[in-house]
């Protein structure tokens, strides 16, 4: 276990935390102190997270390859979302957080028209530079909404896109209740992939858990014969689900990426930064989060070092 001191987050401040003042009133540094464009190893990073265990995860990740490397890490996990997050990085609460690259430019652009993992990463710098951040290089890994059968009914009904499920309708589909909207939802089925065109050809089934358990037991015992799953749930291993692909890129990329403030950036950051992007994978993301999430429940710090350890990414 690394030695570094964990920033305990206080239960009143973050009851608070629904305006960027009160999240600046949990501040525990200067916000200045991270020295600029020039700041060296050893100056103090802020590592955040939002509030579901992927996240602390990779924000255990980051500290911990960071303070291996010489830098002063300090970690303000379980924030909030967006619209907490982004003003904890401009006010200084923290300056570095894991985020997903599509919704990320959604904060900025609700109308964004990019899809591909290329194309957003190259649209992101524009956007978040307003605000005075900056991304980093992306990774293979991805958390997204997925299209998911399972192993039977793929082989019975050789489906292995989006748009193979022509072939099973009529079907049920099950989802969150905002999803039969959603432009990769119900719309985008028929708008994209030709899927459900007739009516009655795919029935909607809205579940309140966003692809948890509910959701994917529905899809096990057959209720329905579809499911969004997002493509991280150790579901996907433990059921032997099936991910259809998506051609089309209906549904916009979401790969991890490193959000910080541009005062903090150096190359050297930067270095470990990628190194982790390089080698970080959807696979991994799934075995993380079974890790801290299944029967065993490791603390996300100890699933941080053990897939850094793995990945060669802590030294000696």
Sequence with gaps: MTSRARTTRLAACLLAVTTTVALAGCATSDPTSSGG?????????????????????????????????GFDVSTKFNIG?????????????????????????????????????????????????????QVLDSAEAEDKDAYVVTKKTAED????????????????????????????????????????????????????????????????????????????????????????????NMISAQNVIPLLSKDIYTDKLAEVLNAISAKLTTDDLIDLRERVEGDEKASASTAAEEWLTAAGLLGE
């Design 157 to 248: 009904n050789d489906l292995t896109a989006i748009g193979d499920l022509k072939a099973l309708e009529p079907f049920s589909l099950a989802s969150n209740p905002q999803f039969g909207e959603l432009g990769y939802g119900i719309p985008g089925l028929r708008d994209v992939y030709g899927v459900g065109v007739d009516a009655g050809q795919v029935t909607f089934v809205p579940y309140e858990d966003f692809g948890g358990p509910d959701t994917v037991q529905a899809l096990v015992d057959g209720t329905v014969q579809v499911a969004d799953i997002y493509t991280t749930s150790p579901a996907l291993k433990a059921e032997d689900l099936v991910v259809l692909e998506d051609p089309e």
């Design 37 to 69: 464009g020039d700041a060296a190893e050893g100056d103090a990073i802020i590592v955040g997270s939002f509030a579901f265990p992927e996240s602390e995860i990779l924000g255990e990740i980051y500290a911990q390859a960071l303070e291996a490397e």
């Design 81 to 133: 979302p967006r619209q907490q997050t982004i003003p904890a990085l401009q006010d200084g609460s923290i300056n570095l957080i894991p985020e997903y690259n599509g919704n990320l430019l959604a904060y900025y652009d609700t109308a964004y028209e990019e899809r591909t993992t290329e194309d957003v990463d190259a649209a992101l710098p524009d956007a978040v530079g307003a605000d005075d951040l």
